[in-house]
């Protein structure tokens, strides 16, 4: 099976899969642009009719929170 990999500037290559699934294991997450570039997450999106930006917008400042109120 392949599974996609990402690289230095957004290029990305498909290369076996590991012995195990991606994420198998307790506190390995999928970073952001993987999750925007993930089918079901952009189908979901569209679904709900939010865009790229608000939702790259909306991380953005609930990052600047979460530090502000943990900083």
Do not use: C, W
């Not at 957004?10 to 294991?25: C, G, I, K």
């Not at 952001?32 to 952009?42: F, G, H, I, Q």
């Not at 939010?50 to 939702?55: G, N, P």
Request: charged share 35%; net charge positive; no cysteine.
């Amino acid at each position: 099976m392949l599974v996609r990999r990402k690289f230095s500037g957004n290029a990305v290559r498909m290369t076996e899969m590991e012995s195990r699934p991606l994420y198998s294991t307790g506190g390995e997450e999928p970073d952001v642009e993987d999750l925007l570039a993930d089918p079901v997450t952009r189908a979901m999106m569209m679904r709900d009719r939010v865009r790229e930006a608000e939702l790259r917008s909306l991380i953005r400042h609930t990052r600047v929170a979460l530090s502000q109120r943990d900083g």
